[in-house]
Antibody
Framework: QVHLVQSGAEVKKPGASVKVSCKASGYTFMKYGISWVRQAPGQGLEWMGWISAYNINTNSAQKLQGRLTLTTDTSTSTSYMELRSLRSDDTAVYYC???????????WGQGTLVIVSS | DIQLTQSPSSLSASVGDRVTITCRASQSISSYLNWYQQKPGKAPKVLIYTASNLQSGVPSRFSGSGSGTDFTLTISTLQPEDFATYYCQQSYSTPRTFGQGTKVEIK
């Protein structure tokens, strides 16, 4: 069965960076992409971006460009989301999801809470 | 960016009720519209993709319809486990925006 397991919660200071991992199992990693979605406390869902695991194409929200990097490591079936220059409004639960063609996530990780606070 | 507006923002319903949630896009998105269910503290779960396709494993009481700018998610007979927040999402253009959510509560 398909599983996506994310790294643990993080507390960061404003201006710092965070890198969240998403380890996939139960399917051929290179045949799918990974989307990243975040959810601020008590708020709705915000799409951040998508990366193909087979040709490393990426697509990301313009508001995050310059701060967001999505990568994959096919040797470990792991996708990474790095967000730099963190601000308090980056405090959120960050989710990864298996997403074949950058259209919808069919399997999701458990979420990673990132708190940005001085 | 394409804006998605869901209505209502919340509703109260009883087990056994028929529930309809609408999602209106700010421009035509063809059929590139997905529906998710999210329960508190849990990751979203896809219910419907490309407007009307039922995701594998999702009960048949969930259905989706629409194209262009107007879409509907229907729960034919509300079950206790269906009390949750529902989101629509468009995959027509970047960024892949979500609606603001519709919270379905117990009456």
């Amino acid at each position: 069965q398909v599983h996506l397991v994310q790294s643990g919660a993080e507390v960061k200071k404003p201006g710092a960076s965070v890198k969240v991992s998403c380890k996939a199992s139960g399917y051929t990693f290179m045949k799918y992409g990974i989307s990243w979605v975040r959810q601020a406390p008590g708020q709705g869902l915000e799409w951040m971006g998508w990366i193909s695991a087979y040709n490393i194409n990426t697509n990301s929200a313009q508001k995050l460009q310059g701060r967001l990097t999505l990568t994959t490591d096919t040797s470990t079936s792991t996708s990474y989301m790095e967000l730099r220059s963190l601000r308090s409004d980056d405090t959120a639960v960050y989710y990864c999801a298996r997403d074949d063609r950058d259209d919808y996530g069919d399997y999701w990780g458990q979420g990673t809470l990132v708190i940005v606070s001085s | 960016d394409i804006q998605l507006t869901q209505s209502p923002s919340s509703l109260s319903a009883s087990v056994g009720d028929r529930v309809t949630i609408t999602c209106r896009a700010s421009q035509s998105i063809s059929s590139y519209l997905n529906w998710y269910q999210q329960k508190p503290g849990k990751a979203p779960k896809v219910l419907i993709y490309t407007a009307s396709n039922l995701q594998s494993g999702v009960p048949s009481r969930f259905s989706g319809s629409g194209s262009g700018t107007d879409f509907t998610l229907t729960i034919s007979t509300l079950q206790p486990e269906d009390f949750a927040t529902y989101y629509c999402q468009q995959s027509y253009s970047t960024p892949r925006t979500f609606g603001q959510g519709t919270k379905v509560e117990i009456k």
